[in-house]
């Protein structure tokens, strides 16, 4: 007699902040699936709702307390975990939102999992107790992020990232290209290299020595770089490295990338330009340092794009030192570029700072840091007119392909429009040759 299959308890599920924040969703919606639980798409469907939140800024605190406090007026019972939740120890959001029914900080999928079997007791059914090995993904089936380490040892002013994620811890290495291969294996394509210190893996447990099909690699980022790029290419994958902080040894990738084994990219945190500043922050290296460093790199691999972030307004920042990061901008030539007006995080070091800059002076600041930008941008996107480039599909619309070259991460750089691929796949290759630029995207033709 065949068993009626018992319904499923289902979960809804909201995902806030950055990709490390994205991977701890997909960890917990993997464990969510794996037992059993079905994932609601909507309030009215679910039986509980997860909020993963961020609280990396103001903005970003209240969209967190936003989402919380819907999911709470449209379903009513509801789990928060995430970086905010680590704020006073789940103190924080219980006072706005008393009626959550748990608070956990981020990476804390074991205890986010505990919260739900209290809330939402789910009968075992090993019919639907399955999951794919690469696990539940947020992102399109062609990319996914990597991430592998958690934590941060350094302690820039201002940040609170350590106070809610705690110091590095790396992933065994082992462990981390295991998820890589089932990942290429399930159709991604692009591998986004992702933790706090990308540069730092490893440096916790003194680089300790893993193992990857037999043979030992050392846990340190130039090794797990190689073993990648060597994975990725049995499966005509490209892989992208985040989060690399501007260490002597990064130099060691960058012949990785020249020889086609890494995509060109590198996002580097520079943050500012000014050395007294930068002492402020309490961040590493100068901007002779990175300018010498940007130069060699480039020599070793003319391709290489750098993307990075600053903040301006800085507490104590002068209009000289904000000139002197302006200066740096031109110097350096970067292809992508973010940037942020100084803004207090409740909890972060560099609140206690001097001379905070007014906001109508730290906005024009962004203003006139992102206008110069754009000129740098669009200067060197034009150079790519009438270049051949191999382009990764991410989706078809209004009769074009929108796709990205080496040089473009998803959702933070610029597109390739290629105006006859109506007819390609997302997920797939191609090599188009460029016949446009603005200052952010590309646009192009397919070559036969």
């Known amino acids: 007699m065949k068993r009626p299959a018992a319904a499923a308890s289902r979960v809804g599920f909201v995902s806030l902040g950055c990709p490390k924040a994205l991977v701890d969703s997909e960890q917990i919606l993997t464990r969510l699936r794996a037992e059993g639980y079905a994932i609601a798409p909507t309030y009215e469907g ?4 997860v909020v993963n939140t961020c609280g990396f800024i103001d903005a970003a605190v ?3 307390l936003s989402a919380i406090g819907e999911a709470l007026a449209e379903n009513g019972k509801v789990i928060v975990t995430g970086c905010l939740g680590a704020k006073d120890g789940g103190a924080f959001v219980k006072k706005v939102h008393p009626k959550v029914l748990a608070v956990t900080g981020p990476h804390a999928t074991a205890a986010v999992m505990h919260a739900v079997h209290r809330h939402l007791p789910k009968p075992h059914d090993p019919f639907t107790d399955l999951v794919p090995p690469q696990g ?54 692009e591998l986004l290299v992702i933790s706090q210190d990308t540069s730092a893996y490893g440096v916790d447990i003194r680089y300790r020595t893993g193992f990857w099909r037999g043979q030992p690699v050392k846990t340190r980022m130039t090794e797990l770089a190689r073993a990648l790029g060597e994975l990725a290419g049995e499966h005509g994958a490209w892989v992208r490295l985040h989060y690399v902080y501007p260490y002597p040894h990064v130099d060691e990738v960058i012949p990785l990338m020249a020889d086609g084994r890494l995509l060109p990219y590198l996002d580097v945190p520079f943050q500012h330009a000014s050395q007294r500043i930068l002492k402020l922050m309490k961040r590493p290296a100068n901007a002779q340092d990175n300018l010498d460093r940007i130069r060699a790199w480039r020599s070793m691999c003319p391709d290489l794009t750098i993307r ?13 030192e904000f000139e002197d990061l302006l200066a740096f901008l031109e110097a350096a030539e970067l292809d992508r570029v ?35 930008q754009a000129k740098i941008s669009e200067r060197r996107l034009t150079a790519k007119v009438g270049r051949t480039l191999d382009i990764l599909v991410d989706s078809i619309a209004d009769g074009r392909a929108i796709a990205r070259s080496a040089a473009d991460a998803p959702e933070i750089d610029g597109v ?10 997302a997920g797939s290759f191609a090599r188009v040759k460029i016949t446009g630029s603005t200052e952010h995207d590309l646009t192009g033709r397919l070559v036969a």
């Open 46 to 49: 679910a039986d509980l709702v």
């Open 62 to 64: 209240d969209e967190s």
């Open 136 to 189: 539940i993904k947020l992102t399109p089936n062609h990319y996914a992020y990597l991430k592998i380490a958690e934590g941060c040892n350094h302690r820039c002013t201002f940040c609170i990232i350590p106070s809610m994620r705690g110091d590095l811890v790396s992933r065994p290495l082992g462990e981390v290209m295991n998820e890589a291969e089932n990942l290429l294996k399930s159709g991604v394509r």
């Open 308 to 320: 990075s972030t600053f903040i301006v307004g800085f507490p104590g920042e002068t209009q000289t």
């Open 338 to 372: 973010g940037c942020f007006a100084y803004s207090p995080v409740d909890g972060a070091a560099a609140n206690a700072l001097p001379d905070h800059v007014p906001e109508e002076v730290k906005e024009e600041r962004r203003a006139r840091f992102m206008t110069a």
């Open 416 to 425: 390739v429009k290629i105006e006859d691929g109506d007819r390609l796949v």
